[in-house]
T-cell receptor, first 112, second 113 residues
């Protein structure tokens, strides 16, 4: 298995632009998580899905953030409009019930 | 909100030395996991502990879950440069399965050759 695949690896965008981050989880995993990591705040859970259904989005900072999981093999995290304070590394992770998470390599987002 | 405090925040030691890092919370967790993260990559799972008092060994790494399931420690014997990285503990509050993990603040470990 290729693991959790995220794209792009790096994204630089201007303030106000829409940004879409993509994730392909490990086949057969039933949970998918979106995290954001910064030096100041560490790893923060944004949202997670179980069997493609959003379970907890309480970590989503504000309405500018949205996430979808249209099928078991694909998820997106969208920021519209983006702001400089959204600059961070965004991780997607997937897991199977009761087992540890497998993280992707992350997307480093820079909003200028 | 469960908080996991890790200490020390930064640790730099010579190759061959032993070290212990700690993960503490006021909350009880059904299980606790340790991850290591290298620059430019996502965290990688090292171990999961589920029983209070449980000790697990992974080569030179020894993990312990506190009796009350509120804290954990990671001990590394004879540290090597390859052990360098960010060590994260993560606790699961749910008794029903995976659910969401709360990650600790992290310990950034540097092993000097």
């Amino acid at each position: 298995d290729a693991g959790v695949i995220q794209s792009p690896r790096h994204e630089v965008t201007e303030m106000g632009q829409e940004v879409t981050l993509r994730c392909k989880p490990i086949s057969g995993h039933d949970y998918l998580f979106w995290y954001r990591q910064t030096m100041m705040r560490g790893l923060e859970l944004l949202i997670y899905f179980n069997n493609n259904v959003p379970i907890d989005d309480s970590g989503m900072p504000e309405d500018r953030f949205s996430a979808k999981m249209p099928n078991a093999s694909f998820s997106t995290l969208k920021i519209q409009p983006s702001e400089p304070r959204d600059s961070a590394v965004y991780f997607c992770a997937s897991s199977l019930f009761l087992y540890g998470y497998t993280f992707g390599s992350g997307t480093r987002l820079t909003v200028v | 909100t469960q908080l996991l405090e890790q200490s020390p925040q930064f640790l730099s030691i010579q190759e061959g030395e032993n070290l212990t890092v700690y993960c503490n919370s006021s909350s009880v967790f059904s299980s606790l996991q340790w991850y290591r993260q290298e620059p430019g990559e996502g965290p990688v799972l090292l171990v999961t502990v589920v029983t209070g008092g449980e000790v697990k060994k992974l080569k030179r790494l020894t993990f312990q879950f506190g009796d009350a399931r509120k804290d954990s420690s990671l001990h590394i014997t004879a540290a090597q440069p390859g052990d360098t990285g960010l060590y994260l503990c993560a606790g699961a509050a749910s008794n029903f399965g995976n659910e969401k993990l709360t990650f600790g603040t992290g310990t950034r470990l540097t092993i000097i050759p």
